[in-house]
């Protein structure tokens, strides 16, 4: 069987020493914002696009992507990660797996207001580093949140 992979787009969000994290009903599991990468879009711009639909938020990426002088080319920022996701597996065969492209990123404020059709307010909680290191969250979760929170303070 083959298996599917498409390309997506994560942002950590940190406002005032906190990552926003929310509770993803269909899928069961606290997550970031984050999607598939449409159609001739970049990773980053997926990214900002989520935070935007899922949150109400206007995001500013953390880029420490050195500029590179090119006639023809630009800079595109990096992802602090990108990790490699099974998606569903049925009777031990993959079937659909993410390329994620996880970035960092600062929001304004802590208003959170979804656009319509995405998931309420009530499903996003902010989180601290000491709440991510004492939360059952998965391990990865936890490292990218404390990560993100620490470029957010240095930068």
């Known amino acids: 069987m083959e298996t599917t992979r498409h390309f997506t787009g994560t942002i950590y969000v940190v406002n005032r020493g906190a990552t926003a994290l929310h509770n993803h009903k269909s899928l069961g599991i606290t997550i970031p914002p984050g999607g598939h ?3 001739d879009e970049l990773p980053h711009e997926a990214g ?3 935070v935007r639909e899922e949150m109400g938020l206007e995001p500013r990426l ?4 050195e500029e590179v ?3 023809g080319g630009r800079k595109l920022p990096q992802p602090r990660h990108q990790m490699l996701y099974d998606i569903n597996i049925n009777e031990g065969t993959v079937g659909h797996q993410h390329i994620d492209h996880i970035y960092y990123a600062t929001v304004p404020n802590r208003n959170i207001s979804p656009e319509d059709g995405e998931e309420g307010p ?4 902010w989180y601290t580093i000491e709440e991510l290191q004492n939360s059952n969250l998965p391990p990865d979760v936890v490292q990218f949140g ?3 929170i620490q470029a957010a303070e240095n930068k």
């Open 122 to 125: 009530e499903s996003w909680q």
């Open 62 to 65: 953390i880029d420490e992507t």
């Open 37 to 39: 990468v449409d159609r």
């Open 48 to 50: 900002l696009r989520e």
């Open 146 to 148: 404390i990560e993100a």
């Open 69 to 71: 002088s090119s006639p």
